[in-house]
């Protein structure tokens, strides 16, 4: 049995919710997702994911047969249903089930909407930090695909990466693109601290506009910090008071070194203190209620 799954227009247990062999997402890497967090039963920036997860599909010419609010609604009805309280929400749009290359033949995308427990970073990490090292995988340019684009052929470059980080036992990867600028780490963007004031690089760079990147954003404007998005190469990094990674599944983490150079005082910094626990308060309070399991 197991908890339940939306999978096109059905919700199925989780352990008969197959795909075909035939699907693009699984021949092809054909589509795009997001991963989304629920905290104390309700679903955190539920609008901003389903937008960018829309507007992925829209890039790649993937016409969803819902609209952005029906999408939603289905995502709160799981939850519901699997009576989600804190945890993980995958959402899967693939081209859908067809051979071959060509999206002439496409009929209707795969959609799968799963919920699963958070596999989290120990504790350990949020109070002493990440060490973190660059990876020679770049983020692909957007000549060849936009990195906003939350596809799933892409997420190779990003799997490549985090290979490099754990054959040297690093808590993350980071990636450059290809003129060399710091774009985000495999699963996460990158924010500095300098001067008292936070830089980050701009969505020009080549990165995911992360939502909890917005997020973030918004809240040091709130603190009173400015941000600025600018380009950061390597020497930006190395030489920051301080240094934090944010996203969905890691929230806002201190990252105290890279490539061996500790970043400030190698510890986790005064202002990234502040924003996790600004972080922290805001994820307990916002996010849309799941309704009750009827
Ligand atoms: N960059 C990449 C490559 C990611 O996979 C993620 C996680 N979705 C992020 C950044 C952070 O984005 P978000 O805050 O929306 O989770």
Redesign the pocket.
């Known amino acids: 049995m197991g908890p339940n799954v939306f999978l096109n227009d059905k919700i199925v247990p989780s352990d008969q919710a197959v795909i075909s062999i035939y699907d693009h997402g699984f021949l092809y890497g054909d589509g795009v997702f997001?991963?989304i967090r629920a905290y104390n039963g309700r679903v955190f920036?539920l609008y901003?994911?389903v937008r960018?997860l829309f507007g992925s599909a829209r890039a790649i010419a993937i016409d969803i047969p819902m609209t952005e609010d029906e999408f939603a609604n289905r995502i709160l009805e799981v939850c519901s249903l699997n009576e989600v309280k804190n945890g993980y929400i995958r959402v899967t749009v693939s081209r859908g089930v067809f051979l071959g290359l060509d999206p002439k033949n496409a009929k209707s995308p795969t959609i799968v909407i799963s919920t699963d427990n958070l596999a989290l970073y120990p504790k350990e990490m949020y109070e002493n930090g990440l060490h973190v090292v660059t990876c020679s995988t770049r983020?692909p340019p957007p000549q060849s695909i936009d990195?906003r684009i939350?596809s799933l052929g892409k997420?190779i470059c990003?799997i490549t990466a985090k290979m490099e980080a754990n054959r040297v036992n690093a808590g993350e990867g980071l990636?450059l693109n290809i003129q060399g600028y710091v774009a985000?780490?495999?699963?996460?963007?990158i924010f500095v601290a300098r001067g008292g004031k936070l830089e980050t690089p701009p969505t020009a760079a080549g990165?995911?506009?992360?939502?909890?990147?917005?997020?973030v954003i918004q809240l040091a404007k709130n603190l009173g910090l400015e941000v600025v998005e600018k380009m950061l190469t390597l020497f930006d990094i190395y030489t920051a008071d301080e240094c934090f990674l944010?996203?969905?599944?890691?929230e806002v983490i201190p990252m105290v070194s890279l490539d061996g150079r500790q970043i400030g005082t190698g510890k986790p910094g005064e202002i990234t203190g502040k924003l996790m626990k600004a972080f922290h308060e805001y994820t307990a309070k916002e996010g849309v209620p799941i309704p009750p399991k009827k």
């Open positions: 997001e991963g920036k901003e994911h960018r983020v990195p939350k997420y990003n990636m985000e780490a495999t699963g996460d963007n990165i995911l506009e992360g939502i909890t990147r917005n997020t944010t996203g969905t599944a890691a």
